[in-house]
């Protein structure tokens, strides 16, 4: 059972397209990183959102935290070829004091072309 | 993540010969993390490290793995008698402190090293 569901799974866009993907789950998170990853390279942080109705803005990049911190989003505004990547949610638990522990998603493959 | 150093980047063994991955922690930084991606898989959490102990292994296989902090050097992921479905990235992060992540404090991963078992 994979406990964040992201999606789209695979996502191709053209340059200067707007884009939204998700991060799903039905268990609560105490915190929940954004990263990007490219091939052969390691996990990159984005963000980190704690609060409940969070919304951080990095540059073209709109990230929300559910109200209920189950969820999340990420929003990029005038998409680029410079942000085709591997776009990866992660969420720590507070269960049982392991909350260094992070659970990730599948990931969404984002395809920007020019 | 540029101060997260693990080496080799690349590693082939053959079946049955033993792997070890290192992990240099940033500067200052005294927790380390394991974690590992399948091919298709999203990254899993395997080991927990502070120096000299093994905080959570729970993440860990029972047999053939082990993972060391020692009090001088790097922190070590070893795998023996590799099998094919070793083959994988295996990701090192640290971060400074506990790394509470509800609390906003955030862990910094590696470069990864991709173990391929031939």
Same mark, same amino acid.
């Given at each position: 059972? #994979? ?6 799974? =695979? ?28 091939p052969g390279e390691g996990p990159v942080l984005l963000v980190t959102v704690v609060t409940g109705g ?8 709109? =990230? #929300?935290? !559910? ?14 070829? !410079?942000?085709? !990547?591997?776009?990866?949610c992660a969420g720590a638990r507070n269960s049982g004091g392991s909350n260094y522990k992070l659970t ?11 | 993540?540029?101060? *997260? ?6 590693? *082939? @063994? ?7 991955? @290192? ?6 930084? %005294?927790?380390?993390?394991?974690? @590992? ?9 395997? *080991? ?17 793995? &082990? ?7 790097? &922190?070590?992921? @070893? ?5 094919? /479905? ?8 640290? %971060?400074?402190?506990? /790394?509470?992540?509800? %609390? ?13 078992? *031939?």
């Open positions: 059972t #994979q406990l964040l569901e992201q999606s789209p799974q =695979f996502l191709s866009i053209q340059e200067g397209e707007n884009l939204t993907v998700y991060c799903n789950s039905s268990s609560v998170f105490s915190s929940l990183q954004w990263y990007r990853q490219e969070e919304v951080k803005k990095l540059k073209r990049l709109t =990230f #929300q935290f !559910g109200d209920a911190r189950k969820d999340s989003s990420l929003h990029i505004t005038a998409a680029q070829p !410079g942000d085709t !990547g591997l776009y990866l990730f998603g599948k990931g969404t493959l984002l395809t920007v072309n020019p | 993540n540029a101060g *997260v150093m693990q080496n080799p980047r690349h590693l *082939v @063994r053959r079946r049955g010969q033993e792997a070890r991955l @290192r992990c240099s922690p940033m500067k200052g930084h %005294s927790h380390v993390y394991w974690y @590992r991606q399948l091919p298709e898989e999203g990254l899993k959490f395997m *080991v927990y490290l502070q120096k000299e102990n093994i905080i959570d292994e729970s993440g860990m296989p029972k047999e053939r793995f &082990s993972a060391e902090f020692p009090k001088e050097g790097p &922190s070590i992921l @070893r795998i023996q008698q590799v099998v094919r /479905g070793d083959s994988a990235a295996y990701f090192c992060a640290s %971060s400074p402190n506990l /790394g509470l992540l509800g %609390s906003g404090n955030t862990i910094y991963f590696g470069e990864g090293s991709w173990l391929t078992v *031939v």
